[in-house]
């Protein structure tokens, strides 16, 4: 039942002279976006500092660690991989040194050219040390031999498809946002201090306040002394907003897109109970993102909320796989139903994505079977029935269940006596303007050109949801 996985967290902080010390802590309220890898760069001025490892941000920083990244900016990356392996070699943010001194790159998104422009550098040259998109940033910046401003922004018109970019330099801190707009960007500020992160929570944490979000195409310079300038904004395209970062991604306590995403998922429950309605006498979500959807439903149609499901937030990996004596092992180590809720009821199960359908299925199971008399699944979304390519780790056509069943089949597939989809016309009462957002994955308009190839290339990298998915 759980949704794709997260795509990747940024932040930048210009300013205090513990600048990697606030970048750790914005990182750490972007966790959410990515669990593989993290990273920080800081700068004095002079020169730069970087620490990258493998895991959790509390795994990869400590108080030694962060003493050895001094500096008044810093950039940070939590990552996902959307492209490109989960190996050190591939964590963010990169850092090189050129000709220009040094240059440090963070990218939440998918470039959906990245491999012809791989290609044309290097049949000039260029020697690429990781498997990632990003690493194209890197090189194109370093051959242009105008203005460092000028590198960037020729750069960044080089580009094609989804990216939020953090760029340090000696000369200062960029920040840049694809034309369209898939990823968000918010800008705050505290005091003298600039901070520019994936989400607005990470702006709560370090007692920012949030001054606004980067603009489609927009391109903003944060010199080293404080003051800032908007170097560019790309001519308008038609607004690509990514839907899913307010079905799922985000989290409730951020503003995205101009929008409270625990309001607007309050509204994806409102309508999916006004679309769905079910005799039922309790309501409860499939925790974390599913639950403001929950209390909508339960607003919308009256019917009680209760905390029927309960997460296990420690889960992480284990290397200990019990036989067929422990069913389902992988959802029951994540989730526990509430068996005194649930025992005798008719239960609504509110979700926010199915994706392969087999965690839906097990966790049917986990509610009947802790005495549930009937399971009615709702979805706060339109079922997913296409792969993402702009930075969204949805997996290919064949291991979407929407993709190839029916609605009534799913239902079957999971146990479900009932389930409903929120409709795009629900989706888009809640969130706003439908020509505003991208949708892709649900409708397969993609409305940026897809690289020759991209489709093949998709279904043999390694794009698998989380083992409880």
Not at 270 to 277: F, I, V, Y
Request: glycine letters at 10%; a neutral charge; hydrophobic letters at 40%.
């Amino acid at each position: 039942m759980s949704g794709p996985r997260e795509e990747c967290g940024i932040v930048a902080v210009m300013g205090p002279q513990s600048a990697a010390e606030w970048a750790y802590l914005g990182l750490y309220a972007l966790q959410h976006r990515g669990q593989e890898s993290s990273g920080i760069v800081s700068t004095d001025g002079t020169r730069a500092y970087a620490h990258r490892g493998m895991g959790l941000v509390a795994d990869v920083f400590d108080e030694q660690v962060l003493s050895l990244l001094p500096g008044h900016a810093a950039i940070g990356h939590n990552r996902y991989s959307t492209t490109g392996s989960p190996t050190l070699a591939n964590a963010q943010p990169i850092l090189v040194n050129y000709r220009d001194g040094f240059l440090a790159v963070a990218h939440n998104g998918n470039l959906v050219n990245a491999r012809t422009l791989r290609r044309r550098l290097e049949r000039k040259g260029s020697i690429f040390q990781s498997t990632m998109d990003t690493e194209v940033v890197v090189h194109l910046i370093a051959l242009e031999r105008e203005t460092r401003d000028q590198a960037v922004l020729s750069a960044l018109g080089k580009l094609r498809g989804a990216y939020s970019l953090l760029i340090l330099t000696p000369d200062g801190l960029y920040a840049a946002r694809d034309s369209r707009g898939f990823r968000p960007l918010s800008i705050g500020r505290r005091g003298a201090t600039t901070v520019v992160a994936s989400e607005s929570c990470a702006l709560d944490l370090l007692g920012a306040e949030l001054d606004r979000e980067l603009g489609p195409g927009e391109v903003l310079k944060v010199a080293l002394d404080g003051s800032s300038e908007v170097l560019q904004v790309a001519p308008a395209d038609a607004e690509c907003l990514c839907v899913f970062e307010q079905i799922y991604f985000a989290r409730p306590d951020s503003t995205l897109f101009g929008l409270s995403v625990d309001e607007a998922r309050r509204r994806l429950g409102r309508e999916l109970a006004r679309e769905h309605p079910a005799a039922a006498d309790c309501v409860f979500a499939v925790p974390d993102s599913s639950n403001s959807a929950a209390l909508g439903y339960a607003e919308s149609s009256g019917i009680a909320f209760e905390l029927g499901l309960i997460r296990n937030h420690y889960v992480g990996r284990t290397f200990i796989q019990p036989g067929q004596e422990v069913r389902d092992f992988r959802v029951k180590v994540k989730y526990n139903p509430v068996a005194s809720v649930i025992r005798g009821k008719r239960v609504v199960v509110v979700d926010d994505s199915i994706v392969r359908g087999t965690t839906s299925k097990a966790l049917v199971g986990l509610v009947r079977d802790a005495g549930a008399t009937e399971v009615h699944l709702r979805v706060a979304s339109p079922p997913l029935r296409h792969p993402c390519y702009y930075g969204i780790d949805i997996p290919n056509r064949e291991e979407l269940i929407a993709a190839n069943m029916s609605v009534p089949e799913i239902a079957r597939f999971v146990g479900a006596d009932s389930l409903g989809y929120l409709s795009f016309e629900g989706l888009y009462r809640a969130v706003g303007a439908r020509e505003r957002h991208c949708d892709a994955c649900m409708s397969g308009n993609y409305r940026v050109p897809l690289e020759r190839g991209i489709e093949e290339k998709a279904a043999f990298e390694t794009l698998t949801l989380t083992p409880s998915n």
